[in-house]
């Protein structure tokens, strides 16, 4: 391999693939992301040239040391800038010959630090390692560019700019993979996170600008107000407060600045964090919950970000004011007596922000209790109309929508007495607590200044608290509806550590050529599962063997645990008692994630679901995305097996025709099609088909048979007898 032009040689800082486990825990040690050894893959092994075993084992060994690996797709022109800010990252050298790889971490500007196998660090330019990157691609396409750059004429650090220009211009959309960035996984320590969000800086950063611009202004004013009591306002005083009012202009500008960075950081953290919980409740609690009460959190949650940190941020603000009024008023002609009426007055407004909050609490609960209502009465809309008596249809909406309109007017009037009473109350108080320095004549014109100064601003001080506590107050309301999406992250057992074997994905049936081998795969011991906590079980001691290659089918009447059964088999569901194995492990053992992609369920009609999108991601929704030309093969010759191939050439977009909700309309049948080629499509070892052939007429059921039986490796199907 040769040099790069950033000056590194790549082979010296490569690290060979027997020591991929290594070069995993350096980089997470020195990014701050786990301390965890990690087993070495196999060097012997042919899978180690399998993309999709060395990415599986790449993902599973970073998820063993606390840190996500996400791969990463970039076109040639994209590579440079996500190479130089991918770090911490490993990035596979192209090429014939053993794996190679680079640790890359974030380097300034345009270049790209490396971590080399002896723990030294490297720079390499972020173009060099693009060209890298593109390998052969870039090896096919460079005579032609030198050829071009010849007849040009173009020499020295013109030609290396043309050249990459051109490169540029016939690759740009070429995908490149083989990168692999690392990252604290979502249920990892917030404390964790705010630090790698970078948040702890921007709150620093925060902080000092209003501490800057908060004396600049104060000293400011005490100038002018010194100079006009003295009788001595001279040029050189009007100068001086000039000079640091102009000087507080870009300190406030930089505090401005900063609070807008920390609050978009903040709330791309907290709303990263608030999706992957929802993606992490149980189907048990998703039902539980319905769409009203998920409604009321999503309302919920957008108040948290826009009023904690709002309320934050000028709480901040106003706390530092309000502390360099105490100094001030400590210093001041009021003294201690200034001290303890502004105590006084504190405490009162605290007391009053305490009645704001509980009745902001019943109103919330009350306005919660509405939309839920609504829209579950929308989501039940048609069987209300066929099933209820009209003189009931409204029933308990007066008394609901009273009961709202009563505990806003309650909260109305809290609000203009806490943000009225409080800052102008002390206005009043803290000017009457200079009465005692007029009637004496003993304080100065510069103490006199000191206390109206600090007066003026504990009010605004005082303003801005009241307003944040109350926003803060309302903050806390909603966090009530949002903490457990934010807990339910965390749920997640640890990672078992990574096999050293880089094993490929067990291929189907028909791509092996035969049936699988016939080994244990799935076990159940004496399964007990009830829905709720006091209801009788659904299933008692149920106990079965499922081996590779099984074809079984579940027969039995409604309500008598078909589908229940096969949720637990998914892991979508987990048993109350008894023993659950798949491969040997448990689920707790193995993790959720592991256990959902060994076995695919497709759900009852009716818990499925067309998303918005293309026909593509609808069928791909399982597998890495943006798919491969090979995954877009397979997929339309799946469809094709299951009667698919007429919506296909209807469709002006084949596989890229958006579908769902304002996109291309499936009828029923098509949609069952769609559920199973999806399950098809997962790459899974077991498949659980709950009533997906019902809809199909017995053509379409016959084709849709025969590719099911073929593809899956293993096989349950839930159907009515």
Known sequence: MSPAPGGEEPAASAWPASRLGEALQALASASGLGPRGVPAPSAAGASLSDPAALGAWIEQAASYLGVEAEPVRATYGEAPAMLAGAGPALMRLPGVGPPRFLALLTGPRRRVALLRPDGSFGRMDAEALADLLCGELGDKARPEVERTLDLVGARGRRREVLGRALLREWLGAVPLGNVWTLRLPPGASPLQQAAEAGLPRRALAVVAARLATTALLGLAWWTIGQGLLEGRLDRGWLLAWALLTLTAIPASLWGSWSAGLFALDAGAWLKRRLLAGALSLEPEEVRHEGAGGFLGRVIESGAVESLALGAGLAGVASAISFALACVLLARGAGGALHLALLAAWATLGVALVGRFYRRQRAWTDARLALTSDLVERMAGHRTRLAQQPPERWHEGEDEALALYITRGEALDRGFVVLGSIVPR?????????????????????????????????????????????????????????????????????????PSPALAAPAASPAAA????????????????????????????????????????????????GKSTLGALLAGLRAPESGLLLLGGLDRRSLGAAAWRRRVAATPQFHENHVLQGTFAFNLLMGRRWPPSPADLAEAEAVCRELGLGELLARMPGGLEQTVGETGWQLSHGERSRLYIARSLLQGAEVLVFDESFGALDPEMLDRALRSVLARAPTLLVIAHP
Request: net charge positive.
């Open 513 to 560: 050529g035969g049936p699988p081998p016939r080994r244990d795969l799935m076990e159940a011991r004496e399964l007990v599962f009830r829905h709720g906590e006091r209801g009788a079980p659904v299933l008692r001691g149920v106990s079965l063997r499922v081996r590779a290659g099984d074809r079984m089918l579940l027969e039995g009447p409604s309500g008598g």
């Open 425 to 497: 109350g002390w206005t009043l108080l803290g000017v009457l607590g200079l009465a005692p320095a007029f009637v004496t004549g003993a304080a100065s014109p510069g103490a006199v200044a000191l206390s109206l100064g600090g007066v003026l601003l504990a009010g605004d001080a005082l303003q801005g608290l009241v307003g944040g506590l109350a926003s803060l107050s309302a903050a806390a309301i909603a966090w009530r509806r949002v903490a457990p999406l934010f807990r339910a992250v965390s749920r997640e057992a640890p990672a078992p550590p």
